[in-house]
């Protein structure tokens, strides 16, 4: 089992995770600040959830830097820790993350 796992993850980092980031960076693009316009939505939320958990680098075989071949995702990132629900939420320092 553990085998398959890693190989299902190691696959998912190297294949799907880009698509999926190239779909979420054309949209960013499109709107230019968040996935659904100009304000944060539910949809931002759920993504963010989503991606911390792969940046925080405890998903066996995701390595945390996962995300960083997709600048305007990171930028993103940065841009929803810096709501302050969202920074309280998280308990996060000035640094972010």
Do not use: N
Not at 39 to 62: E, M
């Amino acid at each position: 089992k553990a085998e398959c796992v890693k190989k299902l993850r190691e696959d998912f980092v190297q294949e799907s995770l880009p698509k999926f980031m190239e779909f979420f960076t054309r949209k960013l693009q499109a709107t230019g600040a968040f996935f659904c316009g100009d304000k944060p939505t539910i949809a931002d939320l759920q993504i963010l959830a989503q991606l911390r958990y792969f940046t925080k680098g405890v998903a066996d075989h995701v390595p945390a830097d996962c995300l960083s071949p997709f600048p305007v995702i990171m930028d993103w990132m940065k841009k929803m820790y810096q709501i302050p629900q969202i920074k309280a939420w998280y308990k996060l320092g000035d640094g972010g993350y």
